[in-house]
């Protein structure tokens, strides 16, 4: 069993800032990466940002780069957000996602927090 706690999510407004967090616990073997998706209302689910434990540079979708920062940490198994200058239309489900192997087994497979709602009023 794999457990994905998210946190931070509520209600702000526009210019304002919010930072979500990500938990994972439960029977992880090992973490590729995890990441952050969101989903707005009548729209499909996009990624925001993603970090990688192997390597490379944190990746921020572009209308986010310069407002959005991914900060990571294997070894605590957590994910921050940080969103500032948020949008209206930054408003949407948050996801945090975490790519990665379980226990006993050797394939990655991705598992999914249940959202935080994340509310940018005008």
């Known amino acids: 069993q794999v457990q994905l706690v998210e946190s931070g999510g509520g209600v702000v407004q526009a210019g304002g800032s919010l930072r979500l967090s990500c938990l994972a616990s439960?029977?992880?073997?090992?973490?590729?990466?995890m990441a952050w998706y969101r989903q707005a209302p009548g729209k499909q689910r996009e990624m925001v940002a993603r970090i990688s434990f192997n390597g490379g540079s944190p990746y921020v979708a572009e209308s986010m780069k310069g407002r959005f920062t991914i900060f990571g940490d294997n070894g605590q198994r957590t994910a921050n957000l940080q969103m500032n200058s948020l949008k209206p239309e930054d408003t949407g489900v948050y996801y945090c996602n975490v790519n990665g192997v379980s226990d006993g087994t050797t394939w990655f497979v991705d598992w999914w927090g249940q959202g935080t709602q994340v509310t940018v009023s005008a």
């Open positions: 439960g029977s992880i073997f090992r973490i590729n990466a």
